[in-house]
Every structure is written in structure tokens, then in C-alpha cells.
């Protein structure tokens, strides 16, 4: 049952991460507008399982207005609130109070701070930690998210005892698979089976950006809100019939390669990286599954 909306505020974003699913930048254009979000939380309404809903981007600070707004409608609509951001916006603790106080006046549930070496300008960079503190200091319910550089290890389970496996957070699709994956250990396309970090046959949360696009997968759209209402979208929903979801269901991303007879073979860093692979080749064949194109950096 879906219970969690994440709303991509914005796909513009101060920084350019490395490990960014959405190929998100200061280039990107793809924000809602108030009427926007107006809409989508009335039809979050409509479908009655929701219980929270999550404002990120790209970086959600970029429009404050909006964010501030947009948390607002939801809190007026009885939804739990949460946010993330990367704290660009937190030149110290004072000022950085001073962008808190509305919202923890609005409430949140759920603020997250990103706070990795792909998001500090140098080592010297405090906002995410001014961020924080500010947030703590007005009582808000306060997370760090840290993506640490892939690493490369010895496998640990018996049966694989010396293999390399690589580790640090890292999820290989998006920016990711293009820019970190160099150099990295592989595994056969043969072993990739199965999808390990998304339920495409009932998922429990969604990203929507601003086409009206409904993320299974960052880029892997169950359908757009702006033509068909998330509730019948969610109702009408068989990720067995789903073109991408379905054969990722049954054959994990080796399967989505056979189904669509992709000329795909050797070796990948992981599941998202030939998952993503595969589903960059097939853009221009199923659009409207495969959207926003930013997802693909296209
Ligand atoms: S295998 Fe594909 S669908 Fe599953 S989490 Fe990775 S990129 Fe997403």
C-alpha cells in the first residue's frame, strides 16, 4: 500500500553529485508550481492511503516560497511532512534558524540533512553540520544522510569468501552509473537476477516530479498524474504488465536485457548499474515509462 509521497520539488539543484540519481543541477528546470502541488496533494487526498509526504529536489531551498507553501497545503490536508536538503542555505546557526523557524511553525515530521563528501564544497564546509544544529536547536526531528565513496572490500559470506565487493552507500544508477562506476569489480549480467531495493509490484512510497511523472525507480514511471489521477493510477497498477517493471519482476535486470533483446553482456558494478544500463537504451522506445529524460542526463 502506498503510504509515502516524495515530491521532487525541483530537479535544479546547487551541486552536480556524483552519485545523483536524477542527474539533478544548477541546468535543470523541472519545478512545480503552486498550482501544482496544489493538485497533486488533492489527489493524494482522493487516494486515502498516504500518511506522509516528503519535499526534496534536486534542492527543495532553491524556491523557498514554494517549499514553504507546499508544506502549508500538505499540513492543512493532515499529512505528516518531511524534507531534505543539502543545507547550502546554512550560512551559520542564526541565519540557518531564521530559514527553520516557518517550517518547524508549519511542522515536520522528518528533516533530513545530506552530509557527505559528495555534497561539501571542501573540507572546511559546516553548512550541513550549521544545518543541523539549528534544526536540533528548534526541536525538530532531525537526520543526517551519508553516501560514503564506493570502496572496494573482500566479500565476507562464506560461500563468496575473497570475491571484492564494493560498499560505501553508493547506489549505481543515474550520474552514478555513469561517473563511479571506472575501475570498480563486475559481476556477470548472468548473476544480476533480481532488483534489491524497490517493491515494483506493490511500492510503499513514490517520487512525483513535476511532469506529473510517478518515480517506481528514480526515471521508472508507473504513469503521469497529469494525464491519468494517482489513484487510478495506483488502482489500475500491474507491475506484472508493467514493460519495465514486469520483466525486472520476474528476471531482475538480466531479465529486462532478454525481454527487449538488448545487445547488453559482460560484466556490471551491480543490479541499478546494468538496470539502468538497460533502461537508457530503451528511452526512446517507451517514453512514458521512462521519464523525466534528466533521469538518463539526457
Ligand atoms: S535494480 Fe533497477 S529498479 Fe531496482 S533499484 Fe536498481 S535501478 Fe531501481
Given at each position: 500500500m502506498l503510504t509515502g509521497i516524495h515530491v521532487l520539488l525541483t530537479l535544479k539543484c546547487t551541486n552536480e553529485c556524483e552519485h545523483c540519481f536524477l542527474h539533478c543541477g544548477p541546468s535543470r528546470e523541472a519545478t512545480f508550481t503552486i498550482g501544482q502541488l496544489r493538485a497533486l496533494v488533492r489527489q493524494i487526498e482522493e487516494l486515502g492511503t498516504v500518511s506522509i509526504v516528503y519535499f526534496e529536489g534536486g534542492e527543495p531551498f532553491l524556491f523557498y516560497p514554494l517549499l514553504l507553501e507546499g508544506l502549508r497545503i500538505v499540513r492543512a490536508a493532515g499529512f505528516d511532512a518531511g524534507i531534505v536538503t543539502n543545507g547550502y542555505w546554512a550560512t551559520s546557526v542564526e541565519d540557518a534558524l531564521h530559514w527553520l523557524t516557518p517550517i518547524r511553525d508549519l511542522g515536520l515530521a522528518d528533516f533530513s540533512v545530506s552530509d557527505d563528501e559528495f555534497h561539501r564544497l571542501d573540507k572546511n564546509d559546516r553548512r550541513?553540520?550549521?544545518?543541523?544544529?539549528?534544526?536540533?536547536?528548534?526541536?525538530?526531528?532531525?537526520?543526517?544522510?551519508?553516501?560514503?565513496?564506493?570502496?572496494?572490500?573482500?566479500?565476507?559470506?562464506?560461500?563468496?569468501?575473497?570475491?571484492?565487493?564494493?560498499?560505501?552507500?553508493v547506489l549505481f544508477k543515474g550520474r552514478a552509473a555513469e561517473?563511479?562506476?571506472?575501475?570498480?569489480?563486475?559481476?556477470?549480467c548472468e548473476e544480476l537476477t533480481t532488483c534489491p531495493h524497490e517493491d515494483l509490484l506493490s511500492p510503499e512510497r513514490v517520487h512525483v516530479d513535476a511532469y506529473g511523472n510517478v518515480h517506481l525507480c528514480q526515471g521508472l514511471s508507473m504513469g503521469n498524474i497529469w494525464e491519468k489521477a494517482l489513484r487510478d493510477l495506483v488502482r489500475s497498477y500491474d507491475g506484472q504488465k508493467h514493460p519495465i517493471a514486469g520483466p525486472l519482476l520476474q528476471g531482475g535486470p538480466r531479465g529486462l536485457v532478454t525481454e527487449h533483446g538488448l545487445a547488453i553482456s559482460g560484466g556490471y558494478v551491480d543490479e541499478c548499474h546494468l538496470c539502468y544500463t538497460a533502461r537508457k537504451q530503451l528511452v526512446p522506445h517507451f517514453p512514458q515509462y521512462l521519464a523525466p529524460k534528466e533521469a538518463y542526463g539526457l
Open positions: 550541513a553540520e550549521f544545518t543541523r544544529q539549528a534544526a536540533q536547536q528548534l526541536g525538530i526531528p532531525t537526520g543526517t544522510i551519508c553516501i560514503e565513496p564506493a570502496s572496494v572490500s573482500p566479500q565476507a559470506a562464506e560461500d563468496q569468501r575473497g570475491k571484492p565487493v564494493v560498499g560505501g552507500g561517473k563511479l562506476t571506472a575501475g570498480l569489480p563486475v559481476r556477470p
